[in-house]
């Protein structure tokens, strides 16, 4: 074995300070600098970089060998019984309880009722101002989570989930310091996933799955506690925030690109607005891939070694960490040609640009037996959220902005992402013709 490449770092410090100044550009520089498995410390911790594909699937599969090491947020650390916190057979077994709630059909049959909350949550947009637009689309992306997720039960309780769980979070992310606000929050919030979970056991099957059914179940089975249900259930609705962030890159990607979006009002003006159409959209499922590549909400996975992995010449030794970023592995050139243009075409079968590459070259929901449970669920809240926002409104950047990556966990424009909000003139006309039809 060789040792791997990398920086040689501080003799205290290791490369913390670079790190902590900015680590996208670290181990983005990094890895075109020393390749596609590189070393490094952080303080005295050692680290491995890595970005070659067959590495990560070895890593992601590798249940005995590595444990999850993605630094906990303080949600997860309030809410500690959920899927995200689970380890080894423990969190095989939650996820498979859980897994039929994700299935297609599953949410799709619950995808009308999150549309209808969409476009009444996005009336709150008015033509002819500039305003960041990151907030409106965090409070739909948790307006239509909380349909998906809870079925018929979500209509009773959506308005107080809106209302509470982002007081929740403020406090949670040191963005506010009433504790007795948040004491107060946190309870309307249990009190709320509570009544949904006893509307359910009253009213029955809905008809389709969600996610309530298989938690009320092993409640009622005294196979959990009715604290491991919330806990569930908050930590699946807190996934609006990256949602969110990513539906408002893919507004300021066709801000820049208007013949993409010219395109994409084209396709949407021609299909119906129930889930399954707006889901089978080819192009806008390709321009929600695309800005998943380019601004992958969760930037950094990372796996501690519990005994010695090897890849070719590459040793990574029991307690080392290896982190793994989508980030950078969707930007390198090797997988993605033009790696930093946003180009939807990519997606779309038979376009020139689409090429056949490994899987593991394409993580934005993980990978292996810890992949994104929600991710069926999170792209289409996206399809919903860019269909209704595209038919009835066209956004422009404003004059001098240019798009940054903010300072919050999830990779969030700047700002807030300022946007002229302008109203499509057939976007009236669509909604008198559908007034007639009603």
């Known amino acids: 074995m060789i040792r791997s ?133 965090e409070d739909v992306a948790l307006r239509s989570a909380s349909m998906l997720l809870l079925g018929d039960a979500g209509e009773r309780v959506v308005e107080h989930i809106a209302t509470e769980l982002p007081r929740v979070e403020a406090w949670l992310g040191h963005a506010a310091d009433d504790e007795a606000a948040y004491d107060r929050a946190r309870e309307a919030l249990a009190a709320s996933i509570l009544k949904a979970a006893e509307h359910r056991r009253a009213a029955g099957n809905p008809g389709s799955i969600d996610l309530l059914d298989p938690l009320v179940r092993a409640v009622d089975a005294g196979q959990m506690d009715e604290q491991a249900l919330i806990d569930e259930i908050v930590m699946m609705l807190v996934t609006h925030v990256p949602t969110a962030a990513a539906s408002a890159w893919a507004l300021c990607e066709l801000a820049q690109r208007p013949e993409v979006r010219s395109r994409l009002e084209e396709e949407l003006d021609a299909i119906g607005a129930r889930g399954a159409e707006v889901e089978r959209a080819p192009l806008l499922s390709a321009v929600v891939l695309e800005t998943l590549r380019l601004h992958p909400p969760v930037w950094v996975l990372a796996r501690e070694a519990r005994r010695e992995f090897r890849h070719g010449p590459h040793a990574v030794s029991a307690g080392n960490e290896v982190l793994v970023s989508p980030y950078v592995v969707q930007r390198l050139p090797q997988y993605w040609n033009d790696p930093e243009t946003f180009l939807p075409e990519r997606f779309l079968p038979g376009s020139p640009w689409h090429v056949e590459r490994p899987s593991a070259a394409y993580l934005p929901f993980g990978l292996g037996m810890r992949k994104c449970i929600g991710e069926r669920t999170a792209v289409l809240q996206m399809k919903l959220m860019l269909a209704a926002l595209v038919r009835d409104f066209r956004f422009e950047l404003p004059a001098g902005y240019e798009a940054g990556v903010g300072g919050r966990r999830a990779l969030v424009p700047r700002d807030g992402l300022p946007l002229l909000v302008e109203r499509r003139r057939s976007a009236g006309l669509r909604d008198r013709q559908q007034a007639i039809v009603r």
């Open 5 to 137: 490449p990398g920086p040689k770092g501080h003799p205290l410090h290791g490369s913390w300070p670079e790190f902590r100044a900015d680590p996208l550009a670290f181990l983005l520089e990094g890895t075109l600098a020393y390749g596609d498995f590189f070393r490094f410390r952080l303080g005295l911790q050692a680290c491995f970089a890595v970005s070659d594909p067959a590495a990560i699937q070895g890593v992601f599969s590798d249940r005995e060998g590595f444990t999850d090491k993605t630094p906990p947020h303080r949600m997860q650390d309030a809410y500690p019984k959920s899927v995200a916190r689970l380890e080894g057979s423990e969190h095989l077994e939650r996820r498979r309880a859980l897994a039929p709630a994700f299935q297609r059909e599953a949410v799709l049959a619950r995808a009308d009722g999150a549309e209808r909350v969409v476009r009444e949550a996005l009336g709150r947009l008015r033509a002819g101002e500039t305003r960041a637009v990151l907030p409106v689309l």
